[in-house]
Each structure stands twice: as structure tokens, then as C-alpha cells.
């Protein structure tokens, strides 16, 4: 209970502090790293927001996995979130399609918006949330059907498609923004499982972006990559910025550094630290944050 | 100093290496045995049934020459005419010496009963044969049969054997004038039950088994895969889940003769349902199968890997969707395999159905669920009960029967699961 309460009047702070405080932060000392230093520092907060997030708490169980967690992400930026393992990063990036429903222990409290729309509302739906809110997962998922099946089935259970004919330009057209047409284009019926791991990963790519999504979510998308392949990926992801808002999570630092233009780090369920990831990497205003990207731990 | 201890620890090794091989090469030995002794013991079971069995696909036939006299006939009314008396007549041609009342009915008894039944539907189909005089084959007694197929001995005492000295003269002077052959058992096939071995067939237990199982799969199936799937994939976890949980496993456990006293008790005494029936069978076997199939299923749900799921909530499939579009198909091999193994075991049931009344002296073939019917393995337990000596092969035979639907059924299952078997 005691730390409850703690918990909240951090938020509070944090949600107060808002940009001005957090610009004259000092970095913390080591001895002082604990629970009442967890105070996210940085620029967590910007103007005409695609996605906000205001105090957002997970529990499983009886265990609290994010604490009070406040962010925006913002339009066509790739926004990266890092820690180490058990952070929470993936939790939370969880929260923002709602996947973490269908863990039934998981309890989410706070306040996401999309568009103004609060999606932990219980007039949402989660399957248009979904369709706009589209995820890329950390192994290659296709399902076991074609390739053609994998990308269409979106539009098919949407009704984005009239007609076959439509469907084919969907299903074309989203293979080539994923930049695996010029490699599936004389196999669409081959099945999607056949491919290797990084066309398979461009192939749910393909499928995610086939349903027009507003917002993709990237799960470690090129953790089972070989680094060919994981850099025909971030190539895409600098490519689909142009049209899309995405928030991937990533265990490799130097992948943070090259596709997103914000950062947001993670430790034991608190945002520790956002902001540009050109500041965020050179001049880490948390000792936390510095800590780890320089390989002190993680 | 160094060397030295490196040699004995190179010894020490090869010591062990030895003891190590030696124990590996028994236990694969012990395995070999233990293959070779089931195989065996396999081998012996199918040996017996089928040495015991292979010769009730033949039946002996005894060729008469009947005269389908015209006065004998009624057109109006053929069922009333006396067609034993045209076998009969036909006996006393051929061995016009016999007189006396009780050698003329040993002399009769060479023929089965159910020859007249052959003559009066042959007169049923075409009454163009009346008048005519006409060669037929006709089945003859089942001791004649095992007298033929050599399990009646000729060397026994006449007070010890079945057929009497005079019967076993008749019968040499029939094989050597053509007139007694062993031919193909069709009547084995195309016949229900009978008290007369030479008439019974296994017709009427393989289409009862059929219905049976029938109203099984038709009831079992659906509400087993719907079952598992609502334990699997929406039902809540809690107490009142785990306790149907552990009633369904501990289900899977009860003893199939207790599952026959409750459709006696509630589908025959309570419900009024037809007694015998291949419908109240299927119900008891489905009760008696669903714990099997929704345990199955459930298995083969839980081992789709939940990225499918993901993947498909992840592009916006609303739960059902989820579930009949990519985890129903990836499971259903599964499910189809535990539902094939069930139906086996309910194909080989007899417990419960000897409750419910299965177990009746049923002649006919059943041509509805509401018939009354019996089953294979029942059936193979009322022949193993008869005394004729020609029963013991029909016994075996129907034992090859049922097997060969196991062994077909379980074909089934693998082709299946190899042909729907996806790997990801």
C-alpha cells in the first residue's frame, strides 16, 4: 500500500514536471538509484501527439509490471524503446493494441489515446483498434498458408477488398512497400512458411501494413534476424516512417540508434528516460539510462 | 609425473568405457527382447485367429436336382408351399435304398434347414421355374461342413460322433459324385444372425456396428471439439473450470459397464428409448467417448503455438475469427485422431451395450438407428457362447472382421494426421 501511494505521487510529479523540470535535471548518482529516482527525465511530452499515454499501469497478477508510465508518440516518428531484459518495454508496447488482453491475469489502469479515442474505454472495440493499431511480432509468425492467404487475410475479414481483382492490388501492393515482391511475386502460392526467417518477418511486415494501419507496433522484429536481413528490415522501417507512426522495441542499442528518432528507456517497469535519440545515446541525462547504454548493465 | 597420471586417467576410462559399452549393449538388447517379445505375442493372437478362423469363408453346398412341381404351387400364395418336401424329394432320388422313418430323417438332416428358405426365394423372383426341374446348389448342414472341413473324425466311435456311420456313407458317395463342394461363404457376409451356424452371417453386427458408431461420431464430435474449445479458448480460469477439468479426466477413467447402466437407466427406463436400438448404443458409446475426444482435442489445441494466435489477433480477427480461421484447421488433425481412436474403442465395446440390451438373439439386418441391432463385438461373444462346433470359426472370423475395421480405422487416423500435419 505504502508503495502505492509512492508510485502515484511519483506520477503525479512526473505529469507536473512535464517538459520544463525534466530539462533541468540533474543526473543522479549512483548511491541515490531508487525507487524515488525513477522519475522520468527528458522530453517524454510533444505537440499534436498520434498516441498518448498518460500514467499507465500493468499488473499481472499481483504483480506490477509497469509503473505509471507517460508518453506520446508522435506522427510518422519511430519511436524505440530499450532496457534490458523484463523491463517491460514489450508489456508496454502491448498495452497500445491491447494485445495483453488476452492474457486473462493482466490488469491495465491509466489513460491510452489514439486519436483522442481513450482505447482502454469499454465502448472500444479491440478489432478495429487493431486494424488501426497494426503489430509486427518478434519471431516470424505467417500463418501456414500462402503467401498470397497471409497478406489478404487481413482485407478479407475487414471487407477492404470488393473484389479479387482489388484484393491482388492490396496483396501487391503491400509486398512491394514490405520489399519482398520482387522475391514472392512468382510464388504467391507457395506457403508463407517456406520463405527464409527475414522474408518471413517482411512477409508479416506485409501483412500488417495490408490492412492500412495507422500506428505499427514492432516487437523486436529482427531479434531472429541474421544481420543481412535485419538490415533489409530497418531499411523498411526508414522507409514505411513516410506513411506510418511506429513504435518498435529493441535489445540492440546501435538498431535504436539507426531507425528511430526518439528514444524511450526502460528499467524495472519505469520510463526512465525519452527524448531524441541522438540526445538520448550522447548525452543520457539519467544515470540509469547512461548506465546501461554504455554497457554498464543489461 | 604429469604423464603418469594422464596414462591412468586414459586407463581409468577405458575401464569404465568397457562397463559403459556393456551396459549400454544390454539395455539395447533388453529392448530388442522386449519388441521381439511383443511382436511375438502378436503374432501368436493373429496365427490363431486366422488359422482358426479363414476357413468359415467357406461353406459346403450340396448340388440337387429339385423338381419344382407345378402342383405343389399355389401362384396367389408361394410362401405355403411345402418347399422342404422338394428338397426332401430330391434326397429320396438320390438314395432311393433309404426307408425307414429314421434313416430318411438322418438322411434329410445332410441339408441345412435354410435350403427350402433358398428354394422359396428363387420361386419369389422368377415363378417361370415352376414345372421346370433344375440343379442347385444348396447349403448343406453345418456337421456336414465340419465333417468335410475334417474337424468331425472318421476314425471315432459312432456313439462319439456327431454324424452316424450310414451319414458318413451318404456323404462319401455325395463327394464322389461332385455332388458336395466346398465353395466361398457369401451367406457369411450377406446374413444376419441365425441358430443354424451354416445361416448366420455377420451382416446384421456390421451394420448395427456402423449405425452405432454413426450416431456416435454424429453426436461425439461436435460436442466434443465444441467442448474443447470453449474450455480452451473462452471459458475463465477458475474453480468451477478446473472442476469440470479434473470431472472429464477422471470420465476418461470410469469403467465403460458403468456408462451402460446409466443409458439403461435414463435412455431405457426414464426417456422410453427402444431397447436393442443402435440410437441408444451410440448415446451410451458417445458418453463413453467424449472425455477421449475432448481430451484429445484440447491437447492438439494447446500445442498450436500461440504466435498463430498472436499473428491473427494482431492484424484485427475478432476471437472467433482467430479460432476458425487458423487454430481449428491447425488443430484439427489432431482432433480428428483422438476422435478416430475413440471410435475404435467404442468399435470394440461391449460392456456397456450388453446393459442396454445389444446382447438379443437378432436375426434380421437392421435397416434404422431405431432397430433393434446387435454389434460386432457382441456378436463375437454370443457365437463364443454357442455350442455348435461351427460356430468356433465364425467366432475367429468375426474376430478378423472386427480387426480389420480397427486396423482400417487406424489407418485412417495416420493418413490423416500425415495428409493435414502442418509444421511451422
Redesign the interface.
Known sequence: MESMSATLDIGDVSFLGANSMAQEKIVLTDEKVGRENRTTVGNQFIDDARMTCRDVNVYYGDNHAIHDVSIDVGRNEVLAMIGPSGCGKSTFLRCL?R?ND?V?SCRVSGDILLDELNIYDKSVDV?????QV????Q?P????KSIYDNVA??PK??GLASSRAELDAVVESSLKKAGLWEEVSDRLDQPG?GLSGGQQQRL?IA??I??RPEVILMDEPCSALDPIATATVENLIAELQEQYTIVIVTHNMQQAARVSQRTAYFHLGDLIEVGSTDRVFTNPRHKLTEDYITGRFG | MQIDEKESTMDRVKVGLAKRYRREKRFRLFGLGAIVASISFLGLLFVTIGANGWSAFQQTEILLDISFDGEQFDVDNLSSANYGALVKNSMRSLFPEVKGRTDKRKLYKLVSTGASYVLRKMVREDTGIIGTTMKIWLPADDEVDMFLKGYIQRDVPESDRRLSDKQVDWIDRLVADNRLEKKLNTTFFTAGDSREPELAGIRGAVVGSLFTLAVTLLLAFPIGVATAVYLEEFA??NKWTDLIEVNINNLAAVPSIVFGLLGLAVFLNVLGMPRSAPLVGGLVLTLMTLPTIIIASRASLKSV?P????????????KM?AIT??ILP?ALPGMMTGTIIGMAQALGETAPLLMIGMVAFIVDVSGSVTDPSTVLPVQIYLWADSPERAFVERTSAAIMILLAFLISMNAIAVFLRRKFE???
Open positions: 493494441n494485445m488476452t486473462d478489432v478495429p483498434l487493431r486494424a497494426g503489430m509486427v511480432f519471431k509468425n505467417p500463418f501456414p487475410y487481413g475479414i475487414h512458411t508479416c501483412r500488417a495490408a490492412v | 475463465p480460469r503455438p504466435s498463430i494466435r498472436e499473428a491473427a489477433l494482431g492484424v484485427g480477427a475478432s475469427q480461421h487458423h491447425l502442418r509444421r511451422w
